[in-house]
């Protein structure tokens, strides 16, 4: 008997545990660029600031995030999390988590591999 409930005990467990995972994947949205700070990584309800770089648009929250994009080149870059490339922020399938955090993808192939994998870093 106790090696039943033992048992069962662990499926329990394990069951809440990859739920979690899978709700905290299924909250990973694509969100539109213009609606994400790319200096803070945030998405908001409204759209952001337009910033406009060698021919790119960026957008920030604010007058010192729009400085920020224009003045510094590590702010317009992030990390593909499953390709590991270098992408700018201007070009970048952005997804949005539950919090409002956003992940960068060099495209929607990598975001549908991240999703998949249920990966949540």
Known sequence: MKVLMHFF???LV???FFNGLAIAQSDLQIVENKKVC??????FPRDQILVKHEGKTYYGCCENCKKTLSEDANSRVAI???SKKTIDKATAVI???????????ENRITFD?????GLNF
């Open 95 to 105: 997804a949005a988590r539950a919090d409002g955090s956003v992940i960068y993808f």
């Open 38 to 43: 790319m200096v803070t990584n945030m998405v």
């Open 14 to 16: 394990t069951s809440f």
């Open 9 to 11: 005990g662990i499926v």
């Open 80 to 82: 593909d999390p499953i």
């Open 113 to 117: 591999k991240y999703k998949k994998l």
